[in-house]
């Protein structure tokens, strides 16, 4: 049976309310959209690893930053390669503008009126630690200025925004307190496109999939995390998203040696900027990681030494970071379990007003009152998130199972510890699995088929985007082999199914 047999045999009437023949121009355009965020984000990925290895191999980075400039070019040389043939068309521009302008509404004070993102206490650590790290290597405590002192006392915890923002300083020949401003515009960038892609990607449309970028960008919790001056927090979700996106091409597509390499240093830049928050993604994802990676490394033929040489280049990018990893990771978890910042950041989170306070709506700051038509909008999100939850049952148990497991970490640190800071980690770092639940329609996952089929969605090598939702978790339909190239680019070649 060929593929196209097989997409023609779904009822007309099981596609998605955005018909593909009525907007053909906007599926290519969104499909170009996607490889030019994949391919951004690897820059990014490069550049945060390149600048936190330097930082680890304690290393000055005025000294270094020409090494980490050059990897970020050989990286978009590469990626120039791959998009040279790609059509920019107005809408793909559009919706490419899309995630820029998105970044004004949580930074408009910032960029109109020259307001500082945040004056929480995190800012000036992350700042003042990036500041000594542009002048002085990791450790160095002698004959330094009193800002160097307590960014010299910080050399022992995390470092990936501190370094992220100690080449941007040094690149634009400013301080870190003015690099913050790049630093949240390219952060908030990789955040937008990596919701719209994973949406996409657990089944989403695409017009949907634009709508949780937004969301995941505008939302209250966003804002909330650049209020607090949580960089890396927001570093760590513009990562991530992509991790779990490229570990399913990885699974059907060509292993080759730059994919690979592409694969272990964006794995290596999440472990490196937010230890905690890889902990609590890890576990609420680990359901998804753990098909993904059986069905990638044990049903395709020696697949599985592919998946060994990517884990251990991850390896060899941590070792610089493994010690501080391990120590920032129990120093945060004895600091939960002790519960020191308890009530005192989101109180609303435990208290009757937590139901429109888990989304982030206001009610989650001290002191906020909260009426009865403040419930009606969380509670017709709440309804889509368990509809978005039950599709999933059937088409991919997996996030069902993931779903389960950040719904008993919110009662964890919500019901049991009653630890707001807690919870608001867990509800920010679970909207990569609660945004997409959202969203997700029902017969969308027909209509991505429907996609993978049609010419408008080929590119210039006469390939295909291909995602496929329909299959179930259980491998009970057949999937079609995934092309990667050397930017992971969501590409598929055609072949014959058997019958």
């Not at 955005?18 to 053909?24: K, N, Q, R, T």
Request: with cysteine; aromatic share 14%.
């Amino acid at each position: 049976m060929s593929v196209k047999g097989y997409i023609s045999s779904f009822s007309p009437t099981g596609r998605s309310r955005i018909s593909l023949a009525s907007s053909p121009s906007f599926s290519a355009s969104f499909v170009t959209s996607c490889r030019f965020w994949l391919a951004a984000n690897s820059i990014w990925a490069t550049l945060v690893v390149a600048a936190c290895v330097t930082v680890g191999m304690r290393l000055r980075m005025i000294d270094a930053w020409p090494f980490i400039a050059l990897l970020i070019f050989l990286s978009a040389g590469l990626v120039i390669r791959e998009l040279w043939q790609s059509k920019l068309r107005v809408k793909t521009v559009l919706i490419l503008a899309l995630g820029v302008v998105s970044t004004g509404f949580p930074l408009w004070s910032c960029l109109t009126r020259g307001a500082f993102i945040s004056v929480a206490g995190d800012t000036f650590l992350y700042t003042s630690f990036g500041q000594y790290l542009t002048d002085h290597h990791r450790g160095f405590e002698y004959g330094l200025s009193p800002l160097d002192q307590f960014g010299a006392l910080q050399s022992e915890t995390r470092f990936g925004s501190a370094s992220v923002l100690s080449f941007c300083a040094v690149l634009f020949h400013s301080t870190t307190a003015a690099a913050v401003r790049v630093f949240a515009i390219i952060v908030l960038v990789n955040i937008f496109s990596g919701f719209v892609l994973l949406s996409r990607r657990l089944g989403c449309n695409r017009l949907f999939s634009l709508a949780a970028g937004l969301l995941a960008v505008i939302g209250g919790w966003t804002s909330n995390a650049l209020h607090l001056g949580a960089l890396d927090n927001l570093l760590f979700l513009s990562l991530f998203p992509f991790l779990v996106l490229r570990l399913e091409l990885y699974r059907f597509g060509s292993k080759s040696w730059s994919t690979s390499l592409g694969l272990a240093i964006l794995a290596a830049g999440v472990v490196y900027v937010y230890p905690e928050g890889l902990a609590i993604a890890g576990f609420i994802f680990l359901p998804f990681f753990c098909h993904s990676l059986w069905f990638g490394m044990y049903r395709r033929a020696r697949a599985w030494r592919r998946y060994v040489i990517s884990a251990c280049l991850v390896l060899v990018l941590v070792y610089p970071y493994a010690r501080v990893f391990f120590t920032s990771l129990f120093a945060h978890l004895s600091e939960g379990m002790a519960k020191e910042l308890a009530g005192r950041v989101f109180p609303g989170l435990i208290s009757p007003r937590f139901l429109p306070a888990m989304f982030g709506f206001g009610q989650e700051h001290p002191e906020i009152m909260c009426s009865r038509h403040d419930l009606i909008f969380p509670v017709i999100m709440l309804a889509f998130i368990l509809l978005g939850s039950v599709i999933w049952i059937k088409r991919r148990k997996t996030l069902v199972l993931a779903s389960l497991i950040l719904l008993m970490m919110a009662i964890w640190q919500g019901a049991l510890l009653r630890y707001d800071y807690g919870l608001y980690k867990i509800l920010f770092i679970g909207s990569l699995i609660w945004i997409p639940a959202l969203f997700r329609e029902r017969d969308s996952g027909h209509q991505f088929c429907a996609e993978a089929d049609s010419a408008n969605c080929r590119n210039a090598r006469n390939d295909h985007l291909f995602w496929r939702n329909t299959c179930s978790d259980s491998g009970g339909a057949e999937e079609d082999t995934l092309q990667a190239s050397d930017t992971d680019e969501i590409v598929l070649r055609p072949r014959q199914l058997e019958a």
